[in-house]
Nanobody, 116 residues
Framework: QVQLVESGGGLVQAGGSLRLSCAAS????????MAWYRQAPGKEREFVARITTGTFPNYADSVKGRFTVSRDNARNTVYLQMNSLKPDDKGVYYCNVINVRPTTYWGQGTQVTVSS
């Protein structure tokens, strides 16, 4: 059984920073990519950032230059450093992990609220 446990969400003022973490555990086999998505109220879930083995990270245009995704392979953990947060960044942030089979896993989500 695979578990993705996210943490680090919360309430922050516009211009502030948060760091999200997602730790994968269980029989996840070999991880190929780890990513973050987000979903604002009343909107579709959207891609935020991804880091794939052997490639450079990629980002949604809306977060480029402000967010940084990184990965600790030894801990099967992915991080999202979010700086210069804007009210539009508000939403539930979901961790996404894809192994080499490929099988996709999702975390339960962590809430990010940015006050103006």
């Amino acid at each position: 059984q695979v578990q993705l446990v996210e943490s680090g969400g919360g309430l922050v003022q516009a211009g502030g920073s948060l760091r999200l973490s997602c730790a994968a555990s269980g029989s996840i086999f070999r991880i190929n990519s780890m990513a973050w998505y987000r979903q604002a109220p009343g909107k579709e879930r959207e891609f935020v950032a991804r880091i794939t083995t052997g490639t450079f990270p990629n980002y949604a245009d809306s977060v480029k230059g402000r967010f940084t995704v990184s990965r600790d392979n030894a801990r099967n953990t992915v991080y999202l450093q979010m700086n210069s947060l804007k009210p539009d960044d508000k939403g539930v942030y979901y961790c996404n992990v894809i192994n080499v089979r490929p099988t996709t896993y999702w975390g339960q989500g962590t809430q990010v609220t940015v006050s103006s």
